[in-house]
């Protein structure tokens, strides 16, 4: 297939940091077929998921398109830091990616989703959408108050209810077993850090409360970081 091809031959031109991850521009041969997939425009198409040692809950992938072809690699982590030195990554390991019919641009089944494993301290949930050239702006909430058990539970509400505001982009959350908390990120487009801050402080409680059944006799949020992370 036209993808398979392009992705054999590509070479890296240049990568770009962002802290949390790192943009590859891939350079892949004019000869190449160019794909007609959905995705194929722009995308991105969600790769596999990676579990390193440097980067401590892991991270995701996206491929990004320009008229057909393969134009940039996307690795975000589902923290707050991506290692400035590929190297550092060291071995990791894949999992997941999309679909063979994913892949052909085929429609996604509708079927819903079966809870993500708990990984050792991490229960992690996510959900990537970003298209936009506008910087954003990364907000961490960490919840108190919830049992592990609880957040199992309500990952999956909490991210399907995510995805319903598309405003909310590149939502993440993930159970912090050290200090107990359910900790969650989000991303909005602009550049008034405390501003968009308090909007997610301000959506993530009413999202938070109403996908979750707690048994606590209270929870409470704290905003951790708002910060504004430049569109490379």
């Not at 995701?60 to 190297?87: I, K, N, V």
């Not at 309500?154 to 908390?181: K, N, T, Y």
């Not at 801050?197 to 209270?218: L, T």
Request: hydrophobic share 40%; aromatic share 8%.
């Amino acid at each position: 297939m036209a993808l398979q091809e392009q992705l054999s031959r590509a070479q890296v031109v240049d990568r770009d940091y962002t802290v949390v991850g790192c943009y590859s521009t891939l350079m892949v041969p004019s000869d190449a077929s160019a794909s007609t997939a959905t995705y194929s425009s722009h995308g991105p198409l969600s790769g596999p998921c990676f579990e390193s040692q440097a980067v401590e809950h892991g991270g995701g992938t996206l491929l990004w398109f320009e008229a057909g072809r393969a134009s940039c690699l996307e690795m975000y982590a589902h923290g707050d830091y991506f290692p400035a030195d590929h190297s550092d990554l060291g071995e990791f390991k894949l999992s997941g990616g999309a679909s063979p019919a994913a892949a052909a641009g085929e429609p996604r089944s509708t079927q819903p989703r079966e809870p993500k494993p708990l990984r050792g301290s991490q229960l992690i949930g996510e959900d990537v959408r970003w298209s936009s050239p506008m910087p954003l702006v990364r907000t961490r909430i960490s919840v108190a108050g919830f049992a592990e058990a609880e957040v199992r539970d309500g990952l999956e509400h909490l991210l399907a209810e995510f995805r319903e505001r598309s405003w909310i982009i590149q939502p993440a959350a993930f159970w912090d077993a050290v200090r107990g908390r359910l900790v969650v990120t989000t991303h909005y487009e602009g550049a008034d850090a405390d501003a968009c801050g308090r909007a997610a402080s301000d959506e993530v409680s009413d999202c938070v409360i109403a996908c979750f059944n707690f048994a606590s006799e209270g929870i409470h949020f704290d905003v951790e970081e708002s910060v504004v992370v430049p569109k490379s």
